[in-house]
């Protein structure tokens, strides 16, 4: 049986529009590689916000914590996901948004 069972859509601007801004213009494919981490993580758990810390984002996609916290820094900033923690040491929800729609 094949390791992956599901197909997720993704909407066109994310493709088409959301990558170009990030990876050409801003200069930060972290940034849309974590968006789109985040992105079919939602999708497959019905857009519920995703805990994540630094280190699981890292382990997830390969990229250092430090490169992890930045592309956060300009996802929030772009108001593409929305970040909430209990507590400074509590593990932080994701909220993936989609303006566009």
Request: glycine content about 2%.
């Amino acid at each position: 049986m094949p390791r992956f069972r599901e197909t997720i859509p993704v909407d066109d601007y994310v493709l088409d529009v959301l990558m170009r801004d990030l990876v050409a213009h801003d200069r930060q494919p972290a940034a849309y590689l974590i968006y789109l981490y985040l992105y079919g993580r939602a999708a497959r758990d019905k857009w519920q916000p995703i805990a994540a810390s630094l280190r699981a984002l890292s382990e997830a996609t390969g990229l250092s914590k430090s490169g992890v916290q930045t592309a956060l820094e300009k996802l929030r900033y772009r108001k593409l996901i929305r970040t909430t923690a209990a507590h400074a040491t509590a593990i932080p929800l994701h909220c993936v948004l989609r303006h566009w729609r």
